[in-house]
């Protein structure tokens, strides 16, 4: 899809907002590989094109392998993921799909074994970040494919 609206360019204030929580989330202390799972499960049941592609192509410059990256849609089918990531991806369908009947007790209690009362909250907050995302990509357009990643900086470089 072309992008409808430069959100950017017209609601700048809106954008900063969303990079706040986006901060948040890269700097909460989640394990970057879930925050990668999480950003591609959302987006696909979402089902949008631009942050599909655009995370796909970071979780590869941060290390994760086509195997996983094409199976995050298949996850409950594959045995390429720990415990603790298969909690995440049941996490993130139950609040993408957030519907009136809310995240039952057995989700909340079966995904709370595998995370702390701060990150369940955190990754909550990463869930409705993607979610945010996504609605606005898909609602006002993106340029699908146009995206490239920054290189990931080296051990030295990060200090």
């Known amino acids: 899809m072309a992008q409808r609206i430069d959100y950017a ?7 900063r907002a969303i990079m706040g ?10 394990d970057e590989t879930l925050i990668h799972l999480t950003k591609l499960r959302a987006s696909y049941l979402n089902g949008c ?8 192509k970071d979780a590869r410059v941060a290390g994760e392998t086509e195997q996983r990256i094409y ?15 298969r ?15 809310g995240v039952s007790d057995a989700v909340y209690e079966e995904v709370r074994t595998h995370f ?9 907050i990463a869930v409705i970040a993607i979610n945010m995302w996504n609605r606005l990509a898909i609602a006002l ?11 990931k900086p080296s051990s030295a470089a990060a200090a």
């Not at 929580?21 to 989640?30: A, D, K």
């Not at 199976?71 to 990531?85: G, L, N």
């Open 116 to 124: 702390s009362e701060e990150e369940l909250t955190q990754l909550t």
């Open 71 to 85: 199976s995050v849609p298949v996850w409950r089918e594959t045995p390429f993921y720990s415990a603790r990531e």
């Open 21 to 30: 929580v986006e901060s948040w989330v890269r700097q909460s202390g989640l």
């Open 141 to 151: 357009g993106a340029d699908v494919g146009s995206y490239q990643p920054a290189n």
């Open 49 to 56: 094109a631009y942050c599909m592609d655009m995370h796909s």
């Open 87 to 101: 909690a995440a991806l049941l996490w993130t369908e139950v609040v993408t799909e957030l519907g009136r009947e």
């Open 9 to 15: 360019k017209v609601a700048p204030g809106g954008l």
